[in-house]
Structure formats: structure tokens, C-alpha cells
């Protein structure tokens, strides 16, 4: 396949996050790939909410946008040792939709966080919220940006050497998967 449709989710709405910029870095590593970014800014999931108005047309947006991805992207920051609310909201508002558009999507995981591990308790634990759902998963190598402050440049580039040869991979081997 040569040119791929990318889905990404970044678990951090700010517009200037470091996992925004890790999801574009990992579609222009990948080469011929055109990546959309997913509107995680939804309401809070209440069971109350979906029984009267059903699942919310932004929810439904974002499923039908995974369903109709060739692969996703999903990277997170790491908050209090997990993922963050919003994507963890996002998972569990999709896991409502009818039928299960992750089932057996190619999906890279990373993360980039401010911390010297690179927000690797939140990867494990994105890798665990992800499980039930039965995508792909592309097996490494592990993308965890450490220090996220201080490793990509003016331009959104990533700079250790380290982390731009794993992500490299880590996009190769999602390519092979799709």
C-alpha cells in the first residue's frame, strides 16, 4: 500500500502538544502518508447522557474516522502515571459506538511526556486500555519521548537521534501491518 490515511489521537488538546507534534513527526517519518487529527474535546462520558440522546454525533464522527483509517496513531502524555482523561474518556465513549472499529486496526502506541522515563506507566497502561478492543497493535519498538520539552525543535522535528531510528521502525513495521 502506498499511500496510507492516518488517524491520530493525541491524548492532550493544547495546542502546542508534544504529542500533537509526535503523531505529525511519525506520519512524515512513515513518508506517503496523510495524517488526520482526531477532535478528542468530548463531553464526559455519562451513561445518563447516552440512554437519552444516544452516542453523541462527535463520538460517532470518531469511530467512523477509526473504521475508516488504514492505521492509528495514538499517543499520550503521561498524567499521575497514567494516560490522560481525555483519551481515556475517548476510548470509553468509542467502546459504545455499535460495532467495534478497532477490531483488528493497524495501531501504533507512543507517548511524550515531561518525565525521564517518557511516560512509560502511561504507554503500559494505554497498551492495557487498548487490549479490549482487539486492534493491531504494532509490537515496538516502544516510543517513549522523555524530557518532550527539550526534544523537538522549532520546526516540530524531533531531535535525539534514538528516538527518530525507533520511530522510524515503529512506522515501518505499522506499514507492514496495514
Not at 14 to 33: C, H, I, P, Q, V
Request: glycine fraction near 10%.
Amino acid at each position: 500500500m502506498a499511500h496510507v490515511k492516518l488517524l491520530g489521537l493525541s491524548g492532550a488538546l493544547r495546542a502546542s502538544s508534544t504529542n500533537t507534534l509526535l503523531l505529525k513527526e511519525a506520519a512524515r517519518l512513515m513518508g506517503d502518508a496523510e495524517l488526520t487529527l482526531a477532535d478528542l474535546n468530548l463531553p464526559l462520558y455519562d451513561g445518563d447522557l447516552e440512554a437519552a440522546e444516544g452516542v453523541p454525533l462527535a463520538v460517532q464522527k470518531l469511530a467512523d474516522q477509526i473504521a475508516k483509517a488504514d492505521a492509528v496513531l495514538v499517543a499520550s502524555p503521561e498524567y499521575n502515571r497514567g494516560i490522560s482523561g481525555v483519551l481515556k474518556n475517548a476510548l470509553d465513549w468509542v467502546s459504545r459506538v455499535e460495532g467495534n472499529p478497532w477490531g483488528g486496526k493497524p495501531v501504533a502506541l507512543m507517548s511524550a511526556a515531561a518525565g525521564r522515563s517518557g511516560g512509560d506507566r502511561g504507554f503500559v497502561m494505554l497498551h492495557s486500555c487498548m487490549t479490549p478492543f482487539a486492534p493491531k497493535i504494532v509490537a515496538g519498538p516502544e516510543v517513549t519521548v522523555a524530557a518532550n520539552y527539550s526534544e523537538f525543535d522549532a520546526q516540530g522535528r524531533l531531535q535525539g537521534e534514538l528516538y527518530v531510528k525507533n520511530l522510524t521502525t515503529l512506522m515501518t513495521n505499522l506499514r507492514a501491518a496495514i
